[in-house]
């Protein structure tokens, strides 16, 4: 398999506009993860999907953000309109709860909002 | 509430020594998973180790090894033979299956192998 893949894995966009980051989890996992990373912050998770359903969006920043995941192969992370202050680097995970204890990382993708 | 912390924010070594990173966590769980991941400057976030909390043996991987102390919430890793490559952030994580199965992570320890 080749990994959780993101993409893009850089977005420069301004102000105002609308940003959508895509996720492929690896084949067969059923936990899929958003997080955000920030020098402050660190490593924020901001929703989970289980089988392709929102568990816990609670660490969602706000209206403007939204994620979904169609099917078990793809899923969106939307923020709309973007600000300066939603720069920083988006990480998608998975993970298959019955065999896999840990989580696996795409490459993320680093959003800098200008 | 679950909690990781990482005191250390900074840490640097001498190449070929070794450096202990330090992480409590907070649980009234009692079955729960315990990972270091590492980031480098490419951003990959990386799986060094992990520690299932039923297992009193701590887990070992080749230069990589923990001391997982379950009373006192304590899972620090040990890094032996530092290599200029082992330079990255260090995260600690934790997660449980019966409960959320979210994963939640540390700030992170910055470790420095200086040549």
């Known amino acids: 398999d080749a990994g959780v893949i993101q993409s893009p894995r850089h977005e420069v966009t301004e102000m105002g506009q609308e940003v959508t980051l895509r996720c492929k989890p690896i084949?067969?996992?059923?936990?899929l993860f958003w997080y955000r990373q920030t020098m402050m912050r660190g490593l924020e998770l901001l929703i989970y999907?289980?089988?392709?359903?929102?568990?816990?969006d609670s660490g969602m920043p706000e209206d403007r953000f939204s994620a979904k995941m169609p099917n078990a192969s793809f899923s969106t992370l939307k923020i709309q309109p973007s600000e300066p202050r939603d720069s920083a680097v988006y990480f998608c995970?998975?993970?298959?709860?019955?065999?896999?204890?840990?989580?696996?990382f795409g490459q993320g993708t680093r959003l800098t909002v200008v | 509430a679950q909690t990781v912390t990482q005191s250390q924010p900074e840490m640097s070594v001498q190449e070929a020594e070794t450096v202990t990173l330090s992480c409590t966590y907070d649980t009234s769980e009692n079955n729960y998973y315990l990972f270091w991941y590492k980031q480098p400057p490419s951003r990959q976030m990386i799986l060094v180790i992990r520690q299932e909390a039923y297992k009193q043996q701590n887990a070992t991987e080749n230069r990589f090894s923990v001391n997982f102390q379950k009373a006192a919430k304590s899972f620090s890793l040990k890094i032996s033979d530092s290599q200029l490559g082992d330079t990255a952030m260090y995260f600690c994580?934790?997660?449980?299956?019966?409960?959320?199965?979210?994963?939640?992570f540390g700030t992170g320890t910055s470790l420095t192998v200086i040549p």
């Open positions: 999907f289980n089988n392709n359903v929102p568990i816990d």
């Open positions: 995970a998975s993970c298959f709860r019955d065999t896999d204890t840990e989580a696996f």
């Open positions: 084949s067969g996992h059923d936990y």
């Open positions: 994580a934790f997660t449980q299956t019966n409960t959320g199965n979210q994963f939640y």
